[in-house]
């Protein structure tokens, strides 16, 4: 039944819904030529006003509406652009044929939490989980081992006693080609759903620890720093000798802790002990072109250095202000012994990057800026029009984003664009975007820090 009100964000959802059925794919600017075909005449003129971004807020509320619907898994993409209706959306629509927007917003909700289980790939958020991909696994295991299935190095997952391609396990999951994704891309999705690739002589699986019970957020805190500073005692002691005049330091009320060493500025070694899992890292933090550089020393060892390690060692691009090479490991209980273990893996994280991360810096010298007379030559040349290029570049990347038109940034670069928002005072944009992030795939302070911003922006937007 066509819905027969919308005053309210929320009534929009089955609208929309309902139009898509009878469009079932379209761009999204002929999408709202026919939302305001359909439904002109139930659109409340305070809707037809502009928001504080500029924009015709019945309009925004349609681009919202898209996006809870794709989230549920009702609406999807046929491309860049264009708007399509999920076979579930149809099987909703058939099977609730009176149901307002509340029940729209029960099912939402349901499928929201559901979600949850699963890792993003090129835009797409995969449901898979663990125990649901490992049993497809078995069944086509038991028919006689696919020889994707075994085309493994040094690397697998086992499935039983079964050592099986990381590959072919994230084809599985996601039904992309071999040449659409790589091995460090297989193993860093599969590990979001707790499934760990190990060398192949590995058959046995590590036991796994047990987590840390909830507690309160100010005793978890002040256990966090206490466990930190035990790590900082251990960790002099297993660095390499090359590597024993770094600065250890411990961030009051953080989930991290860094090593820093002055030959390599807008860099640093972190263990960081997160909300799913736990992580050792070298982050890189100066402009984009040198943090993607240095990156490229490293992509060529990954495969060496989680041989070295034991755990896979991935170099991730990540986003727009930093790149890192990430070691993932399964969270630890905050004990002496837990924290001598990551000192000792610390060091031996360090021996075996150390060297790597002297190069880096020797191809991508960290560079001094010299200091020059400015003339009346350059004053004139210089017409002040990049810097504004560079913003509406960067405003076009995000108004996109909102609107439908592009893939799905990762949750780094939509705290990055947060932050842009709330400097340039795009106050709504900035809240918008807040609400987008998925708090365990950030750091703590990452996050809390996106928070503090979203929050100036939620109430400079009203």
Known sequence: MKPQKLKVATDYRPALLWLMARLESARMRDVMAAFEEAFGDLIPAEHRETNKSGRIKWEHYVVWSRFDLVGAGLMGSGGRGIWTITTSGNEWLLGNPDADSADLSVFIRQESTESELGFRWRGKQYTISKRALLSRARRLLKEGPPKEALRYKGWAVFVGDQPVSVKWLFSLATGADYNEFNSPTARRALSKIGIEARPVGQQTPPVPQESPPRIPRAERKARRQAFFEQVAEFIPSYLPEQARHGDIRVHEGTNYMQLVYPEFPGAHYDLILGRANDQLAIYFESSREKNMARLAVFESHQEGLSAKMGHPVIADPRCQSWTRVELHLSRAPWTSQQAEIYAKLMGRFVDATFSLLRQAFDAVPPGRRRR??????????????????????????IRHFLQGRAPRPSDEVLCDWVQFCYTFELFAEGYELFRLIDPSAVNDWLYERTKRLAKVCHIRSG
């Open 372 to 397: 020059r007379a400015k003339t009346a030559t350059d004053s004139s040349a210089w017409d002040g029009s990049r810097p504004h290029v560079i913003l509406e570049e960067r405003l076009d990347q």
